[in-house]
């Protein structure tokens, strides 16, 4: 189905996106430690590691806070 593809390829496309833009880690220790230093600087900030599926690295990635609660 087209339709479907075009769908596999922009999320194809976003990740490739991110990845460019965002800071990579060689593996899952040193992007814990990154995101441990940058949320002391900012108690605000919520990050959480993935695993890059496009350069096979670790990047952050900024959690949404529910301030709700
Ligand atoms: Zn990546």
């Known amino acids: 189905m087209p339709r479907r593809n075009k769908q596999i390829k922009s999320l194809i496309a976003s990740v490739q996106a991110g990845c460019k833009s965002k800071r990579r880690f060689d593996n899952e220790q040193s992007a814990l430690k ?23 690295g670790w990047h952050l990635t900024r959690r949404v806070k529910n301030t709700d609660k």
């Open 34 to 56: 990154a995101a441990d230093n940058q949320m002391l600087l900012n108690l605000s900030l919520e990050l959480s590691v993935y695993k890059c599926d496009y350069c096979t």
